[in-house]
């Protein structure tokens, strides 16, 4: 498995304005991901962050509004652009493809919660 | 498109008691599965996954889970249920050779003393 930190755990933001939210792992990793779970809702994948290159998005989801980078083979950035309340959310980053352990098993981090004024 | 339907947003059992947590998924090849659990204020945690071979697969804190294709179903259960159990349990799918999961809508699971 991986030590998965994000960063920040939470935060209160101004509507407006833009966050972003920090992934280290332990160890380097073949993929990234990172999820939005709504209040009371289930996870929705936001993208697939590409070492070295742009990440891929999912429907519904765009590079403007969430940018993201993936410098290296153990960290990545979520940004939320822009903000709303209908962003507040908890965002959580997921590996897969870490020593030990099938390219289908994910492992997530702690999550960020984010709140929208 | 795979998607997971999980029945019962919420089940409500008594400490000792059988928990079953059930799971119904569609998927045009042969799917990844998972059971992941979500304690409060946390990230999620890997229970179980089923990927080939055996059926029934073993996970973490006694909990176990049985592939069974023609009912396109992987019900997710534990035979005494401890108050340390309370958390949202999430099912999720996997196409063989990609890593996106998709997930059910969670479900809830309350123990009573």
């Known amino acids: 498995s991986a030590v998965i930190s994000q960063k920040p755990s939470r935060d209160i933001c101004q509507r407006g304005t833009s966050l972003t939210i920090q992934c280290q792992v332990d160890?380097?990793?073949?993929?990234m991901f990172w999820y939005r779970q709504q209040p009371g809702q289930s996870l929705t994948l936001i993208a697939t962050?590409?070492?070295?290159?742009?990440?891929?998005?999912e429907s519904g989801f765009v590079i403007d509004k969430f940018p993201i980078s993936r410098p290296n083979l153990t960290f990545s950035t979520l940004t939320v652009s822009n903000m709303s309340p209908e962003d507040s959310s908890i965002y959580l980053c997921?590996?897969?493809?870490?020593?030990?352990?099938?390219?289908?098993?994910?492992?997530f981090g702690p999550g960020t919660r984010l709140t929208v004024l | 498109a795979q998607s997971v339907t999980q029945l019962g947003s919420h089940v409500s059992v008594s400490e000792g008691a059988l928990v079953l947590l059930r799971c119904n998924y569609s998927?045009?090849?042969?799917?990844?599965l998972f059971w992941y659990v979500q304690y409060p204020n946390q990230g999620l945690q890997l229970l179980l996954k089923?990927?080939?071979?055996?059926?029934l697969v073993k996970g973490i804190n006694g909990f176990e889970a049985e592939f069974k294709k023609s009912e396109t179903s992987f019900h997710l259960t534990k035979p005494s249920a401890h108050m340390s159990d309370a958390a949202e349990y999430f099912c999720?799918?996997?196409?063989?050779?990609?890593?996106?999961?998709?997930f059910g809508t969670g479900t809830r699971l309350l123990v009573s003393p």
């Open positions: 998927s045009s090849v042969p799917p990844y």
């Open positions: 160890s380097q990793v073949t993929m």
């Open positions: 999720a799918v996997s196409d063989v050779g990609f890593q996106k999961l998709v």
């Open positions: 997921s590996v897969a493809g870490t020593s030990g352990s099938s390219y289908n098993e994910q492992f």
């Open positions: 962050a590409n070492q070295g290159s742009e990440a891929t998005y």
């Open positions: 089923y990927t080939t071979g055996a059926t």
